[in-house]
């Protein structure tokens, strides 16, 4: 337990900080995963709908500052591609 003010306050900080980030990596997770079942399941519509819910849900972490803006790139460029290599073919 931290003895200075200023201290205690950074772990309450944290703390919050921490259980957000927590919650926002989980819903991208939650997102990319119904993508999935979605692209599994062979409905198009379904899937198109998930990918854009990914999408939007992924540039929200990226710009909360949970992804880095180069990791929420990569992980909608392979969602995307995923998507259209399995629609297409």
């Known amino acids: 337990m931290p003895n200075i003010k200023s201290a205690a306050k950074r772990v309450l900080i944290t703390k919050k900080r921490t259980e957000r980030n927590r919650h926002i990596k989980s819903t991208v997770r939650t997102a990319i995963r119904r993508f999935h079942e979605a692209m599994a399941s062979e409905n198009k519509e379904d899937a198109q709908m998930k990918l854009r819910r990914a999408l939007v849900i992924i540039d ?19 969602l995307t591609k995923f998507f259209n290599k399995n629609i297409a073919g």
Do not use: D
């Not at 929200?60 to 392979?78: E, M, W």
């Open 60 to 78: 929200k972490a990226a710009t909360k500052g949970v992804l880095h803006r180069n990791t929420a790139a990569r992980q909608k460029s392979r």
